[in-house]
């Protein structure tokens, strides 16, 4: 059974993106990768990102604009979703309050 792919996006890809993607590490189900936005994220999001991707989780409002403005066309060719989870940037990687938002959010999407 193929994989379902999620794309995780925030600014830099140092927290909130990695943390969210790294919730799927062990899924049988999904595979995850995450990208920032900011130029000298920790992995930029790419065009081959966004076709890659099934789903894509953005964490802010203005991630989610990024997106449907810059890659448009991939979005709507293969009418990908692309959901808006609004996880501020108040948190580190591997802080456990930023797992427990991620999985609430994640989980209210049929995910995880």
Known sequence: M???????????AMDRSPCAA?????SEKYEAK???ISQGSEVMLTKEAI???DVIFTMEPMHQAYILERFRKE????KKRVILLDVSNDFK?????LEEVLV???????FL
């Open 2 to 12: 193929k994989k379902q792919h999620l794309l995780f996006v925030c600014t830099s």
């Open 75 to 78: 979005i709507w060719a293969d």
């Open 34 to 36: 995450f990208a920032g």
């Open 51 to 53: 076709i890659w991707a």
């Open 104 to 110: 609430t959010k994640i989980q209210k999407e049929g």
């Open 22 to 26: 790294n919730l799927f590490k062990k």
């Open 93 to 97: 990687r591997y802080d456990p309050a």
